[in-house]
Structures are given as C-alpha cells and as structure tokens.
C-alpha cells in the first residue's frame, strides 16, 4: 500500500487528492431530494456519490451543520469516514482559497463553498490503508492541530450476515482474581451458534475485551459458518483494576513472566468450563490483543507453548514499558530472545503501521519490525502485516478475518 505522496507522484493530475473526484461548485447544482430531511442517515459513502448529482446549496448547509455540528464546523477539526470515504467541512468566513493538507505535503484536496454561507465542503475516496495526518488550510494558514486519519475498506466477513447463525456473547459475574491479588474485572464468553457439548471448542483468549466484544464476534459468526476456522469459544477480559479504581492493566500486560497465563489457565478457563467444553491441547487455543494486549497475547504463549499454538498482536508493545529498578527489563528484549532460544511451537501474527508511537519506551514501528525478523530468522510460522496506520485498532480490525483465516488454517 504506497503512502498518498507516493500515489500522487506517479500522476500527471495536480492536487486533487488520490481518487481525483471531479469536484464542481457547489452553487451551481440542485439535489434531486431534500438533504436537510436525510441527515440523520447521510454517510460519507452516498454523500460522495451524491457530489455529482443536483442539489441545492441551502439543503447542503443544513445536512452539514447536523451532520458535523455548528462547533465542529467551527473548530476545524472533524472529518467524516467511512471505509475509504471521507468527508470534510469547515466553517471560513470570507477566505479565497480553502484545502485538506498533509503534514507530508502530499495530500490536497481543494474543497468549495456551500454558497454564502461560511461552509466549505470536499470529498475523496482514499487509497486502501492510507494514515496520515491532516488539516485544514485557509489562504496559506494552517488551522489547529493535525488530525490523525486511517482509512480502509470495509471487510465483508466484518459486518453481520443474516444468513448466518448468531453465536451468544454472555457477560459474566465480574471476576475476583487470587494470581493478580485485589483486582476485578468485567469479562465475557462468546459461544458460537455450532457448538455442540458433545464436542469440546477451541478457545481464543481476547485482551482488553470490553472493546473487542463489540466487533470480533461478528466476524467469529461468519468465519466459523463458512469452516474457515474452527467452532472456538471466544473469551474477552478486561485488564484488572483495584477498589480505589487504579488499573492493573500495565503490569499484567506488559511484564515478561508467566503471571497472566497462569491467570487464565488457573482461573478463567475452569470457570468457563462449568457451562461450555473446551479441548485443552495447544493447536486449539489461541490469543490475543492490541497494544499491550499484544504483547501480552505473546508471552503467554511464548512462556506456555504447552497450552497456547497461536498469537495475534496489533500494533503490540513489544518496548521497554515494563522495565523495572533496571531500567532494561521489558520487552524489547523478545527479538534477542527469541534469537537465542529454541524454537517454540507457535504461530504469530503480528501488525503495525509506520504511524505507530515513538516514545521514552521505545519505537513501536521499529520494534514490530525487528520482532518480525527475529521471527523469521528463527523459523517461526510467522506473518507481518506493516502499514502506514497508527497506535489503533483501525488496520487491525480491517485485517481480522483474513488474520484468523491464517491463524486456524491448518497447515
């Protein structure tokens, strides 16, 4: 995936943005149907398809200010996107000239005025897995801060299907750990719609579970409805925290032992067999997470191989976050471990973007990329997925089904 400038340098078209749309004056064309009455269900995808169609300017304005809200408008700060749709308005009084701009420079879209009224508009399709940082510009001058942005086609295994069978997600009574003393925490089991008791499950582990519950089950559903992966039992886990509110979160995640995975083994996985079957041999369990989730997912595999085959890590933290009285103990040090050590029976997939964090703990880019070739001068089973995203979820959930289509694939 080539970074906007890239794209833009291999065109002959000025400044228009990587999809080039044919932007025309929004004064001179009239909507075939009221804007204003749709606003509640305009996207940035038929809004796009709807810049070349007639509209009127006072129908425009109206569907904007709802849309972005007159104090976003004002702020200059907001972008609307959907897949590789995006959508940007601002509100500039009298200016001339009036641009979406890069930080790299080499992105600009011109956008138009929404007649009298202050407004200006523009739309683009992005190219696939396009990151960077944007802002607006008023006759030369930068407004605000720059804005992250990510963009990426929307994965149809990610969206629900109805022909599919829905599995359950449950949440649970929240969970009192012994291992990590003092902490609770919120958690969920996800069962899939083909489990039968007579046949133990798969499981796949998921860290920071209150936010990943809202979109991995959908596309468990559809992946296991096609037997593109096996029936697995999904669970999700919220890092623990302590009565006075403070998060445990740093410590069970991003400290090199075999702490969380005697967690989940010891506590998590008999509680959850009191109501569902799971097999218990390594090939069936996998794990994983984002962030430190990520590197968490990792060293529970990489400290019990016996009981985890499969890791999945975005943008993970393998960096000196933990590093302790010494200063060194964290986790950059996997790339020279996993040189150093025998080769351990587990298959990573690992993401991150060049946009990712650079900070006292370490680079994150340059940290998933030596992890990736440690790896792969080991010989591990290994994929990795580097693009031009940030410290999010963004690429990662783009890449979700395709990533569990390798994990489970089986060879």
Same mark, same amino acid.
């Given at each position: 995936?080539?970074?906007?400038?890239?794209?833009?340098?291999?065109?002959?078209?000025?400044?228009?943005?990587?999809?080039?749309?044919?932007?025309?004056?929004?004064?001179?064309?009239?909507?075939?149907f009221s804007l204003a009455s749709s606003a509640?269900?305009?996207?940035?995808?038929?809004?796009?398809?709807l810049m070349h169609k007639p509209h009127r300017?006072?129908?425009?304005?109206?569907?904007?200010?709802?849309?972005?809200?007159?104090?976003?408008?004002?702020?200059?700060?907001?972008?609307?996107?959907?897949?590789?749709?995006?959508v940007w308005a601002v509100l500039a009084s009298?200016?001339?000239?009036?641009?979406?701009?890069?930080?790299?420079?080499?992105?600009?879209?011109?956008?138009?005025?929404?007649?009298?009224?202050?407004?200006?508009?523009?739309?683009?399709?992005?190219?696939?897995?396009?990151?960077?940082?944007?802002?607006?510009?008023?006759?030369?001058?930068?407004?605000?801060?720059?804005?992250?942005?990510?963009?990426?086609?929307?994965?149809?295994?990610?969206?629900?299907?109805?022909?599919?069978?829905?599995?359950?997600?449950?949440?649970?009574?929240?969970?009192?750990?012994?291992?990590?003393?003092?902490?609770?925490?919120?958690?969920?089991?996800?069962?899939?719609?083909?489990?039968?008791?007579?046949?133990?499950?798969?499981?796949?582990? $998921?860290?920071? *579970? =209150? /936010?990943?519950?809202?979109?991995?089950?959908?596309? &468990?559903?559809? !992946?296991? +409805?096609?037997?593109?992966?096996?029936?697995?039992?999904?669970?999700?886990?919220?890092?623990?925290? $302590?009565?006075? *509110? =403070? /998060?445990?979160?740093?410590?069970?995640?991003?400290? &090199?032992?075999? !702490?969380? +995975?005697?967690?989940?083994?010891?506590?998590?996985?008999?509680?959850?067999?009191?109501?569902?079957?799971?097999?218990?041999?390594?090939?069936?369990?996998?794990?994983?997470?984002?962030?430190?989730?990520?590197?968490? +997912?990792?060293?529970?595999?990489?400290?019990?191989?016996?009981?985890?085959?499969?890791?999945?890590?975005?943008?993970?933290?393998?960096?000196?976050?933990?590093?302790?009285?010494?200063?060194?103990?964290?986790?950059?040090?996997?790339?020279?471990?996993?040189?150093?050590?025998?080769?351990?029976?587990?298959?990573?997939?690992?993401?991150?973007?060049?946009?990712?964090?650079?900070?006292?703990?370490?680079?994150?880019?340059?940290?998933?990329?030596?992890?990736?070739?440690?790896?792969?001068?080991?010989?591990?089973?290994?994929?990795?997925?580097?693009?031009?995203?940030?410290?999010?979820?963004?690429?990662?959930?783009?890449?979700?089904?395709?990533?569990?289509?390798?994990?489970?694939?089986?060879?």
């Open positions: 995936m080539l970074p906007i400038s890239r794209v833009q340098s291999q065109s002959t078209v000025p400044h228009t943005g990587p999809g080039r749309p044919k932007m025309m004056m929004l004064t001179s064309l009239i909507f075939a509640q269900t305009i996207t940035p995808g038929s809004f796009y398809d300017e006072t129908d425009v304005a109206g569907v904007l200010n709802r849309w972005f809200g007159q104090q976003a408008l004002h702020d200059a700060n907001s972008v609307k996107l959907q897949g590789l749709y995006a009298t200016p001339q000239k009036v641009h979406v701009i890069s930080e790299d420079g080499g992105y600009v879209l011109p956008l138009e005025p929404v007649g009298r009224t202050g407004i200006w508009v523009g739309t683009d399709k992005l190219p696939e897995g396009y990151g960077g940082r944007w802002a607006y510009e008023v006759d030369g001058q930068r407004l605000g801060d720059w804005k992250q942005i990510e963009a990426y086609s929307v994965q149809p295994d990610n969206q629900p299907n109805p022909d599919v069978p829905k599995g359950t997600i449950t949440q649970q009574a929240t969970w009192h750990s012994h291992i990590f003393d003092g902490t609770d925490r919120d958690w969920w089991v996800y069962v899939p719609a083909q489990y039968k008791p007579e046949e133990p499950a798969c499981t796949m582990f $998921f860290q920071d *579970g =209150q /936010s990943m519950k809202n979109y991995v089950p959908t596309a &468990l559903d559809n !992946l296991i +409805a096609k037997k593109e992966m096996p029936v697995t039992v999904a669970i999700f886990i919220s890092p623990g925290h $302590f009565s006075g *509110g =403070q /998060s445990n979160r740093s410590f069970e995640y991003d400290t &090199l032992s075999d !702490l969380y +995975a005697r967690f989940l083994l010891e506590e998590i996985v008999p509680e959850v067999e009191k109501t569902v079957k799971l097999r218990h041999d390594p090939e069936s369990r996998a794990i994983a997470g984002a962030s430190s989730g990520g590197i968490c +997912a990792f060293t529970a595999a990489w400290q019990r191989p016996d009981q985890f085959s499969k890791v999945m890590s975005w943008v993970g933290s393998f960096t000196n976050i933990a590093h302790g009285a010494s200063l060194h103990d964290g986790g950059h040090n996997y790339p020279a471990l996993i040189r150093l050590t025998d080769h351990k029976p587990i298959r990573v997939f690992l993401q991150d973007g060049s946009n990712d964090l650079d900070n006292d703990f370490g680079n994150w880019p340059l940290a998933n990329q030596t992890m990736a070739a440690a790896l792969k001068f080991k010989g591990y089973d290994y994929k990795f997925e580097f693009g031009h995203g940030f410290h999010s979820d963004a690429h990662g959930r783009y890449l979700l089904p395709d990533a569990l289509r390798w994990l489970w694939r089986a060879n």
